[in-house]
């Protein structure tokens, strides 16, 4: 979603930042914000290990984040066998992995984890953190999925207007593994639909 004047710290605006080949003036925001009070707990939506955990210190930032990796084979039914790739629809990728990004927590927990290190559905992976450790936000945790394994800890939580369509196709809509939290189930569904286009089940 569109968000205009919400990002004002240079990170937004610096356009020689660069995200996994994301760069220019960003204010379109990727991923879901949930609220909570600060120490609120986050767990994991599914099975996985964890891709990369560190602390992106930037005003406006993440903060402490947890990037965890998921093989869809293990998630969906067993006839899934690859990802399109988002370069040509035609083309398949026989990777079967997904990367889920939780933003904004605290140091507790997310300062223990290391990459390889495994994760069970449902486990407590970190807690919402303060603003003096979340990148200087009220609490909430950022959650983005990504076909595409970053390059570290981070992806590109909000991109340019350039962008929007590509980042569409490299950043699903974590309403398909978070579940329903908007009135509209036919705007889902078509969701749900255009990403099945990459996805062989």
């Known amino acids: ?63 402490y984040v947890v990037v965890l990796e998921h093989d869809l084979s293990s998630l969906v039914p067993a006839t899934c066998s690859s990802i399109i790739s988002a370069e040509n629809e035609n083309v398949p990728n026989t990777s079967t992995k997904i990367y889920a990004l939780y933003g904004h927590l605290g140091k507790k927990k997310v300062e223990h984890m290391r990459p390889g290190q495994r994760v069970e559905k449902g486990g407590v992976i970190g807690y919402l953190g303060d603003a003096t450790e979340n990148g200087g936000w009220p609490p909430h945790v950022h959650f983005q999925l990504s076909i595409h394994a970053p390059e570290t800890h981070d992806m590109p939580g909000v991109v340019s ?22 009135v509209d189930d036919d705007v889902l569904s078509s969701i749900r639909k255009k990403l099945f286009q990459y996805f062989q089940f």
């Open 1 to 63: 979603e569109k968000r205009a004047n919400i990002y004002t710290t240079d990170l937004f605006h610096n356009t020689t930042n660069t995200i996994d080949g994301y760069s220019g003036e960003r204010d379109v925001h990727m991923g879901v914000d949930l609220g909570g009070p600060v120490g609120s707990k986050v767990y994991a939506f599914a099975d996985g290990v964890v891709h990369s955990a560190g602390y992106n210190s930037a005003r406006g930032d993440y903060g």
């Open 161 to 182: 207007n350039v962008d929007r369509e590509k980042s569409l196709v490299d950043y699903p809509d974590p309403r398909l593994v978070l579940g329903e939290l908007y």
